[in-house]
Nanobody
Framework: QVQLAESGGGSVQTGGSLRLSCVGSGDTDSVNSMAWFRQVPGKEREGVAAIYSGGGITYYADSVKGRFTISQDNAKNTVYLQMNGLKPEDTAMYYC???????????????????????WGQGTQVTVSS
């Protein structure tokens, strides 16, 4: 089992920055990937970014490419999402996800769908005002 805890959400103005953190505990060595998803009320959870294989392979949603960066610190069992140039449409609850058993390696697999991920955090709210 793996437990995930997100932090770093908050309220910012358009163009601002936030850094989300996701700390994993438990059997983290068994995890093959980490990802960030986001969700607004009434909509499906959408993938934002994913990282595989010790940080060597990353994927981003088109809507955040060039603005968001996913990274990880294995020594701290932590994954980060640096968000720059925030826009009102980035407003959502952001969730950390871990382990995607449906894939064997990270090459060419993209972020994937929410149902593919085994472990989830409770979420952290990001609000961007215009």
């Amino acid at each position: 089992q793996v437990q995930l805890a997100e932090s770093g959400g908050g309220s910012v103005q358009t163009g601002g920055s936030l850094r989300l953190s996701c700390v994993g505990s438990g059997d983290t060595d068994s995890v093959n990937s980490m990802a960030w998803f986001r969700q607004v009320p009434g909509k499906e959870r959408e993938g934002v970014a994913a990282i595989y294989s010790g940080g060597g392979i990353t994927y981003y949603a088109d809507s955040v490419k060039g603005r968001f960066t996913i990274s990880q610190d294995n020594a701290k069992n932590t994954v980060y999402l640096q968000m720059n140039g925030l826009k009102p449409e980035d407003t959502a609850m952001y969730y950390c996800a871990a382990d995607r058993p449906t894939v064997v390696a990270g090459i060419g697999v993209g972020i994937g769908e929410s149902w593919e991920y085994k472990y989830w955090g409770q979420g952290t709210q990001v609000t961007v005002s215009s």
